[in-house]
């Protein structure tokens, strides 16, 4: 009997992907990459991701040399891998800590979910717009165009990796065997995310305030609003029911239902993220504080000073 009532939406989704729908549907994808689309793809970005990851290491060690490289050329796409790599880093403690049912799994997990930033990084490095989801056009362009404040930066990267990347790095792994362990573990990494993710909000509040601009704290109002129309927690319940659904499902029912669910939703959240309720003259003054200091420096070591102690708490 095909499992029909788990894949049915419940009311909190449901809103959230008509609300998402809407707002997703006015996202114009050739705006945002016609200024890349001409342009050379970086060989110092391309060549050390250009094969799959092979390890939890081998993720940490290269998604840090592309911080490093991104960061020290001004490219804005390097704060969401701020981010991604201490995810990475905690996680990996959290593994070595034996603090996850299935370690094994937890790794093949880590390695998964990079693969797929990964996949989408070099996709848009090679110009193939076309094998993006638009959650990463948005994300990536916003970046390349400036359009966007370190704030907004951090978290179209965090909403895209989680809002749609999560669901499949579900899938790749697989949730059986043991589904309720697996769901065990995967709640553990949420947690892990949970945290990162509060710690984001603090460091960009503590970059700005200490130049005395007020006005960021309207990019987080709340904070799990701008990561997801469901939630930060309710999106990595979605990205878990959207993997049951493709697991239990029929695949000529579950491929395109979910990938229609994961797509909305990720394109609507984008396009919240991309388009905050914030006062004009704030705007203004957060953008001319970034053009007058380091900010992707700045909220690096602000959130590496934060997370410092973090490792021994994963």
Not at 282 to 309: G, K, M, Q, Y
């Amino acid at each position: 009997m095909i499992p029909i009532r788990a894949a049915l939406p419940t009311t909190t989704e449901a809103r959230a992907l008509l609300a998402a729908y809407r707002r997703g549907t006015g996202v114009n994808a050739d705006r945002l990459v016609a200024e890349v689309a001409d342009t050379e793809p970086d060989a110092g970005l391309v060549d050390p991701l250009a094969d799959p990851f092979s390890s939890v290491d081998d993720v940490a060690e290269r998604l840090a040399r592309a911080e490093s490289r991104l960061r020290d050329r001004g490219d804005r796409r390097s704060v969401f891998l701020t981010v991604y790599v201490r995810m990475t880093e905690a996680v990996a403690a959290a593994i070595e800590a034996g603090e996850f049912v299935d370690d094994e799994w937890v790794a093949s997990y880590l390695v998964a979910f990079a693969e797929h930033y990964r996949r989408a990084f070099l996709a848009f490095e090679r110009r193939e717009f076309d094998a993006l989801p638009r959650a990463w056009i948005v994300a990536f362009g916003a970046a390349a165009r400036g359009d966007t404040l370190v704030a907004q930066d951090a978290l179209l990267g965090i909403n895209a990796h989680i809002s749609y990347d999560l669901t499949y790095t579900l899938r790749d792994v697989g949730i059986d065997p043991d589904r309720g362990h697996k769901r065990a573990d995967h709640d553990r990494i949420n947690d892990v995310l949970a945290r990162l993710v509060s710690v984001v909000q603090e460091a960009l509040v503590e970059v700005y305030d200490a130049a005395g601009v007020a006005g960021v704290d309207a990019l987080f109002d709340p904070l799990d609003d701008r990561i997801a129309l469901l939630g930060l927690k309710g999106s990595r319940e979605f990205a878990w029911r959207n993997a049951v659904s493709l697991a239990d499902l029929p695949p000529w029912i579950a491929t395109g239902y979910v990938g229609w669910r994961a797509r909305t939703v990720s394109t609507g959240v984008a396009t919240l993220i991309a388009t905050p309720r914030i006062d004009p003259e704030d705007r203004r003054r957060l953008e001319a504080f970034e053009a007058n200091v380091p900010a992707l420096t700045e909220f690096r070591d602000e959130f590496r000073r934060r997370t410092a102690s973090m490792a021994g708490d994963a």
